[in-house]
T-cell receptor, first 114, second 105 residues
């Protein structure tokens, strides 16, 4: 158990819909990272937050948005869903703003868009 | 930008030694990470190299050459449970697509 909690574990929805994925980082960790993993693309970095502020942005679509709240939990919002958005979405956390050590990954949220 | 290359698949026999290579090109460097990921599970941290040389941790070792943009993960005394994908990552943001290792009896 990494200490990072993600909900829901599984989600099935239809194209055009909107979903919210939630992540609670390990106690004491200030950085939260979101990754998307699909079979053909591997693990793709989406976005990082540090202590409530956006720290770095990767290949995140405009239809996707995220935020980190004062209690440090984070949410990833995916809207106007397309079939290609079906993937495993991981959240990871670490203590520092710059990663110089281990990232702790949650179990992931598996999104299926039908 | 950053680019990471790893072999897609490797096979090895239980008890053997296997070396998984990773080459990278990055505009900035603050370390190279190796993660293990079993199918359908979360990646778990294996090692972190920031200086050149070999870091040993039990059956797993990781090597880094910054001048060559090259790293490898060495797995000794392979066990069936080592069958997994091994991900090379530069900084925390960019991961390689992973090397799927299959260990056979």
């Amino acid at each position: 158990d990494s200490g990072v909690t993600q909900t829901p574990k599984h989600l099935i929805t239809a194209t055009g819909q909107r979903v919210t994925l939630r992540c609670s980082p390990r106690s004491g960790d200030l950085s939260v990272y979101w990754y998307q993993q699909s079979l053909d693309q591997g693990l793709q970095f989406l976005i990082q937050y540090y202590n409530g502020e956006e720290r770095a942005k990767g290949n995140i679509l405009e239809r996707f948005s995220a935020q980190q709240f004062p209690d440090l939990h984070s949410e990833l919002n995916l809207s106007s869903l397309e079939l290609g958005d079906s993937a495993l979405y991981f959240c990871a956390s670490s203590q520092r703003q710059e990663n110089t050590g281990e990232l702790f990954f949650g179990e992931g949220s598996r999104l299926t868009v039908l | 930008g950053q680019n990471i290359d790893q072999p897609t698949e490797m096979t090895a026999t239980e008890g053997a030694i296997v070396q998984i290579n990773c080459t990278y090109q990055t505009s900035g460097f603050n370390g190279l990470f190796w993660y293990q990921q079993h199918a359908g599970e979360a990646p778990t941290f294996l090692s972190y190299n920031v200086l050149d040389g070999l870091e040993e941790k039990g059956r797993f070792s990781s090597f880094l050459s910054r001048s060559k943009g090259y790293s490898y993960l060495l797995l000794k005394e392979l066990q069936m449970k080592d069958s997994a994908s091994y991900l090379c990552a530069v900084r925390d943001l960019t991961f390689g697509k992973g090397t799927m290792l299959l260990v056979s009896p």
